[in-house]
């Protein structure tokens, strides 16, 4: 949805009926997807906020859900009840929160599972404080009856530091060597200095820590003995659960170094080689191979060129990544990956790499090139926000499941070789009293370039329709629950089976009140943003705070989201304002809050409004005229004006230069900063001026 970037909208959203809870960004369930001929894409269950996937040997899948529960798909069917709910233990929101889950190879005699996730260690869930989350990775017994023991847990790795909520990596894996391999992100910020964020945070050039690497370790927590950093001068277990050993020695459990986000890595079938998905910053997004002891460059290069740069691309010390592709298409942000397992697909799917990005909503394909090196080649596009891939059971055989994080979803792409497969029938209701809306966008065929095509409708009271539109409205003669139903028919003319849902004639649906905060509103990095909210319903009369379900996230630059806050119920929350991520996305990066009313009945009512940041022009210039300085550690000719937010920080720079063709070193800067300091965004425009001799 396109915002102007001055107003906040407060917009009333389609209702939704018995499915699963509105999140802003989620595309309508119906949204088509498109890939080649002989391929479908369905939906295999609604679940909020899918993290991660993995399947135990005797076929349950397991599911994460950023809010810290894990859920058990036995046969088809979800269990309601949770394996395991990590509940106040757990930091959500941004990127942390439970991240994923492995099974052990030995689950058939040890029953173990592994969890990667943000610990509440100190009771505070800020950012750039002593006191922030610790990613931990524990390991649990899962029991035949579908229930993780919480008194089974067993802490591996711990005390890995999250200064803000982004780049928490947090990936699991098996190796064929019984070794559990470990991705960890940079943190976003670096670690004692919250002023360096994004490309000025070194984390990931540090040794001593574990951010921003690839760790491997035993199903125990050890170190193996072949880790290369084991036998280096000081090593340390540095995520040792038990104490971290005093020093500054690197860590031994490091198996590669040099990572600003793998959020997601992936096993090659039957080796112990993997390849590495590591989110980008402003220009590549990068595949790398993963090798023992490897430095694979960040913060100094991204993809297989210099930080900042898509044409200072020339030798490097560093390890390059195998395949790298430039942000300039509209895609950005690289997630999940999987293998096709040989002989599964056609060629020339059969044993190829697919791997998913975020922003552009797409799956590709790692296509070999004639004499050496990839091409990206697409496979699917239209599937909203895939964060993970992985290939699981499906019936006698196996298929491609990717989970739709802001849409709620588990999804699945199965080889059909062409047989047209059934449509699925999907709708909700819009009541106004006897007067009902329905909605069948949801419907969809799970073929690739079949669609639904007519919509047939039984309201449940003798009457019925078939249209070839998906919306449709009906007047009911009396206040009752009737119970309507639809079948959808596709190009081929092949029905759906019928799905029913209760309708609720005569009943109107709940009403939202916000009180807080104002329109007018702008807000600075680091403050609070206290909202508030009350429902009502014409048939419940006033409905209790429990009734309000709020989601936040952070809209970058207009091209995608990330998940800062939620769901959270209650009349008020308070959420603190964050910082951009970079200067680039100060121009066009809000908070976007969606909040929900549900009323005895079940019927929602969501809303959704712009939290706009208090922006401000800074203007930098050098005297004498046209000399360069650099901003977060890009370099900018001058006199520039960028956007900035109130109260974020800024590093800047004046390097000792050539002038008009003349040395000048610094001299001074008109803040009366040294020549590379800080500033704190004022809450006015302002120029700063570097003066050189």
Not at 46 to 62: A, E, I, K, Q, V
Not at 465 to 490: E, G
Request: glycine content about 10%; charged content about 15%.
């Amino acid at each position: 949805m396109k915002r102007h970037p001055l107003t906040r909208r407060l917009i009333t959203l389609p209702l939704l009926v018995l499915l699963t809870p509105l999140i802003v960004g989620a595309p309508s369930a119906g949204a088509a997807s498109a890939g080649p001929a002989g391929f479908s894409d369905s939906l295999v269950l609604s679940l909020p906020f899918p993290t991660g996937m993995s399947w135990t040997p005797d076929g349950r899948m397991l599911l994460t859900q950023d809010t810290g529960q894990v859920s058990v798909v036995r046969s088809g069917a979800l269990k309601p009840t949770p394996a395991l709910a990590l509940g106040a233990r757990l930091c959500s929101g941004g990127e942390r929160g439970l991240n994923s889950i492995v099974v052990d190879p030995a689950f058939a005699s040890n029953r173990y599972v592994y969890l990667y996730w943000s610990h509440n260690r100190f009771n505070d869930c800020g950012n750039n404080s002593s006191k922030t989350p610790r990613n931990r990775v524990t390991r649990y017994v899962l029991g035949d009856n579908d229930i993780i023991d919480p008194a089974t847990e067993k802490v591996l790795v711990d005390w890995i530091k999250s200064p803000i909520t982004s780049h928490n990596g947090g990936d699991l894996h098996f190796g064929i060597d019984g070794l559990l391999y470990v991705s960890t992100g940079d943190g976003g910020c670096t670690i004692g200095d919250p002023t360096r964020c994004a490309a000025l945070n070194t984390n990931s050039r540090r040794m001593d820590i574990a951010n921003g690497k690839i760790l491997r370790i035993t199903r125990d927590g050890a170190i193996p003995a072949r880790n290369p950093f084991v036998s280096a001068p000081g090593a340390r277990h540095c995520t040792n659960p038990v104490a971290v050993p005093i020093g500054t020695g690197p860590c031994s459990e490091t198996f590669a170094s040099g990572f600003r986000n793998p959020y997601r890595f992936v096993q090659r079938p039957g080796t112990n080689n993997f390849l590495v998905n590591d989110v980008g910053q402003a220009n590549w997004e990068e595949i790398d191979e993963l090798v023992a002891g490897k430095d694979y460059g960040w913060n100094v290069r991204e993809g297989h060129c210099a930080t900042g740069s898509t044409t200072n691309c020339g030798p490097t010390p560093y390890e390059n990544p195998i395949f790298d592709y430039s942000h300039a298409d509209g895609c950005g942000s690289i997630t999940g990956g999987a293998f096709v397992p040989p002989g599964l697909w056609p060629a020339p799917y059969s044993g190829s790499y697919l791997f998913a990005d975020f922003v552009c909503g797409a799956i590709f394909r790692l296509a070999p090139k004639a004499g050496g090196g990839y091409t990206r080649e697409p496979f699917f596009s239209g599937v909203t926000n895939p964060n993970g891939l992985a290939f699981g059971p499906y019936g006698i055989s196996s298929a491609l499941y990717y989970l739709n994080y802001f849409g709620g979803q588990v999804r699945r792409i199965a080889y059909t070789s062409g047989t047209n497969t059934a449509p699925v029938a999907s709708f909700f209701h819009r009541p106004n009293g006897l007067n009902v809306n329905f909605d069948g966008r949801a419907s969809y065929d799970p073929d690739s370039g079949d669609a639904v095509r007519s919509w047939t409708w039984n309201f449940g009271d003798g009457t019925s329709a078939t249209t070839t539109v998906p919306h449709t409205f009906h007047v009911y003669a009396s206040k009752q629950i009737f119970t309507a139903t639809l079948r959808v028919t596709d190009t081929f003319g092949l029905m759906s089976p019928p799905v029913s849902i209760p309708i609720y004639a005569g009943e109107h649906l709940p009403r939202i009140a916000l009180t807080a905060p104002p329109a007018t509103a702008r807000f600075s990095v680091g403050q609070a943003v206290p909202m508030s909210a009350t429902a009502s319903d014409a048939e419940d009369g006033p409905l209790p705070a429990s009734a309000l379900i709020w989601n936040v996230v952070l809209n970058h630059s207009g091209t995608h989201q990330h998940p800062y806050l939620g769901p959270v119920s209650g009349g008020s929350i308070s959420p603190v304002y964050p910082q951009p991520e970079d200067v680039a996305a100060a121009s066009a990066s809000s908070l976007i809050v969606t909040l929900v009313a549900r009323d005895s009945r079940g019927l929602t009512t969501p809303i959704q409004f712009e939290l706009l940041p208090r922006k401000v022009g800074l203007t930098f210039a050098t005297s004498p005229a046209g000399g360069t300085v650099l901003i977060n550690g890009a370099s900018h000719l001058t006199p520039i004006t960028i956007t900035s937010w109130d109260r974020y920080v800024l590093r800047v720079s004046a390097p000792n230069q050539i002038i008009g063709g003349v040395p000048r070193p610094f001299r001074s800067w008109s803040d009366g900063g040294a020549q590379s300091h800080s500033i704190t965004t004022p809450a006015s425009k302002l120029t700063y001026t570097a003066t050189f001799g």
